[in-house]
């Protein structure tokens, strides 16, 4: 995965692959991966429950998303809310314009977030980060996100209320 990101994002913008293991660790909830037939991952999400005022400082481009660490990250408790930040969402150069790829990714996150609703988790805010036109294509598209600010690392975030994003993703569903 962090292969993957290295073709999209500049070193600084990239979280260390231990640090993201330590995220899996404490939440088992944060990871979206595909791979290929010859077992090569070939996309992936995180999807990261943040603290409030953590989820707000990326929102507010006061810190950019390489620098969270596993402390920041919430683990999901059933009965509460929580504010979700799509990270890194990658697509290995091969697979970009791939569409079953790209359903398929979808189609992960939208298991995801059915587990979410059947253990009566609330999202309050979905947010994105998208580095490359097809992050964009990927959020104001496919995502129905809006448009927030570009950042200081060359990026745009994308938001949208957790009550609309699980419309579309159940519309998703479908594909």
């Not at 079953?100 to 996150?109: M, P, R, Y």
């Amino acid at each position: 995965m962090e292969d993957i990101e290295h073709s999209y994002f500049p070193n600084e913008n990239i979280t260390e692959a231990e640090e993201v293991m330590k995220w899996y660790q404490k939440n088992n909830l944060t990871c979206i991966g595909i791979r290929n037939s010859h077992n090569v991952i070939i996309a992936s999400v995180n999807v990261l429950p943040l603290k409030k005022d953590i989820f707000e400082d990326i929102y507010e481009n006061r810190i950019n998303e390489a620098d969270v660490v596993y402390e920041q990250i919430e683990r999901y408790e059933n009965n509460k809310s929580y504010y979700i930040y799509l990270s890194s969402i990658s697509i290995d150069k091969a697979y970009r314009n791939n569409y079953k790829v790209i359903t398929t990714l979808l189609k992960g996150c939208v298991i995801l977030f059915n587990l979410l609703i059947d253990k009566n988790i609330r999202i309050e805010k979905v947010m994105a980060d998208a580095s490359t036109i097809h992050g964009e294509k990927i959020c104001r598209k496919l995502l129905e996100m809006d448009y927030i600010r570009n950042t200081s690392h060359e990026s745009k975030i994308y938001c949208e209320s957790g009550g609309k994003f699980l419309k579309v993703m159940n519309r998703l569903e479908k594909f």
